[in-house]
C-alpha cells in the first residue's frame, strides 16, 4: 500500500463521475459561509480538488522515504500522470479546468518525487 499513488484515486473518481453522472462533477454539494455575507458553493469537482490538494501534500511526504516502495510510488505515479494527461487529450468529458488542474497535481506529485528522492539521497551519500 506504501507504493500505491494516492492521486490515482483523485483521477479514477473523477473518471467515473465523468463518465456515469457528469452532472455530479458541477452540482453544488455544499456551501460555506464567508464573513462577507456571501457563500462559497463547492461542486463535485471542487470537492475532488480539494481532496486531491490534500493528498498530493502526503504524497510529498511520503517521497521524504528513499525506500524501494517510495521508488515504485514515483514510477506508479508517473504512470497516473501519464494516463490521466491521455484522458484530458482524448475524452471529451475530461476535456475542462477542473481535470486539468487533477493533471497538474498528477506532473506535481511526479517531479516533487522525483526532486524530493535525489535530493535525500544526494544528501545521505555526502553524509555517511
Known amino acids: 500500500m506504501a507504493s500505491f499513488p494516492l492521486l490515482a484515486i483523485i483521477v479514477a473518481i473523477y473518471t467515473l463521475f465523468a463518465l456515469a453522472a457528469p452532472g455530479w ?3 453544488a454539494l455544499f456551501g460555506l459561509p464567508l464573513l462577507s455575507g456571501l457563500t462559497l458553493p ?3 469537482g471542487d470537492v475532488l480538488l480539494v481532496l486531491g490538494l ?3 501534500c502526503v504524497e510529498v511526504y511520503r517521497a521524504t522515504s528513499s525506500s524501494t516502495g517510495a521508488i515504485l510510488n514515483h514510477v506508479l505515479s508517473l504512470v497516473v ?3 490521466a494527461l491521455i484522458e484530458l487529450i ?3 468529458q475530461m476535456a475542462n479546468m477542473t481535470f486539468f488542474l487533477i ?7 511526479v517531479i516533487a518525487g522525483f526532486t524530493v528522492t535525489i535530493s535525500t539521497a544526494r544528501r545521505d551519500l555526502q553524509h555517511p
Not at 103 to 109: G, K, N, R
Open 25 to 27: 462533477l458541477e452540482t
Open 90 to 92: 482524448v475524452m471529451r
Open 81 to 83: 500522470f501519464i494516463v
Open 54 to 56: 490534500i493528498l498530493l
Open 103 to 109: 493533471v497538474l497535481m498528477t506532473a506535481s506529485d
Open 42 to 44: 463547492f461542486r463535485g
